[in-house]
């Protein structure tokens, strides 16, 4: 399966700031997801990162709040914006290698919000 | 309802016995099916996916599948220590706007020496 790396894997950022973590894939996908894992709870999907078109979002999650970019077929970035301790999660890429074939996790960033 | 129902546990199960998991799900247009194994601080790892009715075996793990049910189930048979972890049961929503992966939320897994 394809060697996903993420960065960074955590961060402790102050209110009011912003991040960008960045996911790379060592071979071209089809599909590249983001998700969020709050403290105790399942997964959640944030959006579709779609290859040079805006991102599909889910009900709940807004491009204003959680830009995402997919210049190509290898990388996305998701960057979350003006912070606040609620958004304090795991932060995940997943990708999907082909129609309706599993999707496989990056390790994760861990942000936390002071 | 929730789209994907399992219970969360903890299942507490002695080494060397079989762990059951389950999982149902209300989309019954679902085709596409899948185990993650996460263990704590560690992101999900796939161990699993089945498309058909029926079992599918992959040495310890046997993953079951029955649409008229709607459910599916994993069976980790000889369980170690090692499997201690929460098992995410996920199914594929297929959507116009592109398929969405949807996850239960998680049925936590102790396997006791």
């Known amino acids: 399966s394809a060697v996903i790396s993420q960065k960074p894997s955590r961060d402790i950022c102050q209110r009011g700031t912003s991040l960008t973590i960045q996911c790379q894939v060592d071979?071209?996908?089809?599909?590249m997801f983001w998700y969020r894992q709050q403290p105790g709870q399942s997964l959640t999907l944030i959006a579709t990162a779609n290859q040079g078109s805006e991102a599909t979002y889910e009900s709940g999650f807004v491009i204003d709040k959680f830009p995402i970019s997919r210049p190509n077929l290898t990388f996305s970035t998701l960057t979350v914006s003006n912070m606040s301790p609620e958004d304090s999660s795991i932060y995940l890429c997943?990708?999907?290698?082909?129609?309706?074939?599993?999707?496989?996790f990056g390790d994760g960033t861990r942000l936390s919000i002071l | 309802q929730k789209e994907v129902e399992q219970n969360s546990g903890p299942l507490s199960v002695p080494e060397g016995a079989i762990a059951s998991l389950n999982c149902t799900y209300s989309?019954?247009?679902?085709?596409?099916f899948f185990w993650y194994r996460q263990y704590s601080g560690k992101s999900p790892e796939l161990i699993m996916f089945?498309?058909?009715?029926g079992d599918k075996e992959d040495g310890r793990f046997t993953a079951q599948l029955n649409k008229a049910s709607q459910y599916v189930s994993l069976l980790i048979r000889d369980s170690q220590p090692s499997d201690s972890a929460t098992y995410l049961c996920?199914?594929?929503?297929?959507?116009?706007?592109?398929?969405?992966?949807?996850f239960g939320g998680g049925t936590r897994v102790l396997v006791k020496p």
């Open positions: 989309d019954r247009g679902s085709q596409s």
């Open positions: 997943s990708v999907e290698t082909g129609v309706n074939q599993p999707q496989h």
């Open positions: 089945i498309y058909s009715n």
């Open positions: 996920a199914f594929l929503m297929i959507k116009a706007a592109g398929n969405k992966l949807t």
């Open positions: 071979s071209q996908v089809t599909m």
